[in-house]
């Protein structure tokens, strides 16, 4: 037989020279194809890596890495920031309680030229009615789809909002604290040490919301120290029998909150060091990483007597919290004026 003969009496038949030829074809073609695809790939990646070092070049950042997950780009759906849009934004949030001096500090974020702080975007229900339309606010918030009297023409390099404790954000702390991890949210707590006086400002505005002492409008905050003097008259009733389970609770529930956002990139504040040392708000400025300027305010505190004066009842105040682990509260001397 000849040597190079295709024909075999024993084994498989050897394919003819025609479907070699075709296999082999088919084989270029499919190297040619990963080859196509791998060069694709890298020139894609090779884009990717453009936009990343572009937009690092953007950025010049001189910060820490672990610091660089909190500075952002955000891009705008309803209009373009134009030459702002190199200019990284930090994302925070403001979480207080009623009467903890939070639209006074808000009120000292907002007079830097460089910080948007929004107010209670969440005192409406709709908006936190469950975690979905929590996270659809936040997200238009923080892409700065947000418009409100604190947006400011300059290029904004600190946004954020003010929240309540009683707005949603303990029913769904956890997935709140992760959003914030996720995307990037610095928090900025701020309570009130003295919980007494608290109190005591709760219960006087909760008065004016239905007497209406100036001109027939309900003033939480007031401008002139002539509102001020007219809201200060009101003197409340404390409920004795509730006092010490009502502060326990508060605190409690500031607790909580804490144990709650430990993971967060935080800082913890109180009004009553606020009001004693104002170099608080340059660490705030740093916390936020925006220039350190001084802040100012138009509000006037309402409640400046001293304790005894803004109670009713202050002897069965004073009579119940002596004695007991609260009795710092009725000296005031946590609070300089």
Known sequence: MHPYSLKSSKGAPFPPRPILVFLIAIFGFYVCYISFNQITLEYRSEENIGEVQAEIHCRKPRLPHEELRYVHF??????????????????????????????????????????????????????????????????????????????????????????????????????????????????????????????????????????????????????????????????????VSNLIPNIRNAEKYIRDCLDHFNTTRHMILYYEDIVRNRNALFQVQEFLGVPVRKLVSRQVKIHTSPLPGLVSNWDDVSNKLNGTQYAHFLDGADYVR
Request: aromatic residues 10%.
């Open 74 to 239: 955000p891009k705008p759906e309803s209009y373009s920031r134009g030459e702002c849009s190199c200019n990284p934004v930090r994302f925070f949030v403001l979480v207080s309680m009623q009467r903890s001096g939070s639209g006074w500090f808000e009120t000292l974020l907002n007079s830097h030229p460089n910080i948007s702080s929004n107010g209670e975007i969440f005192n409406r229900v709709d908006r936190r009615e469950n975690i979905s339309s929590i996270l659809q606010t936040l997200d238009k918030l923080y892409n700065l789809d947000w418009f409100t009297s604190a947006a400011k023409n300059e290029c904004t390099a600190a946004f954020g909002l003010k929240w309540m404790l009683n707005q949603g954000f303990m029913d769904h702390h956890d997935d709140i604290a992760s959003y914030f991890n996720k995307k990037g949210v610095s928090v900025i707590f701020l309570f009130r040490r003295n919980t007494l006086r608290r109190l005591i400002s709760v219960l006087a505005n909760d008065y004016d919301r239905d007497a209406k002492q100036l001109n027939g409008t309900h003033k939480s905050h007031v401008h002139s120290k002539e509102e001020a003097e007219i809201l200060a008259k009101f003197k409340p009733v404390l409920d």
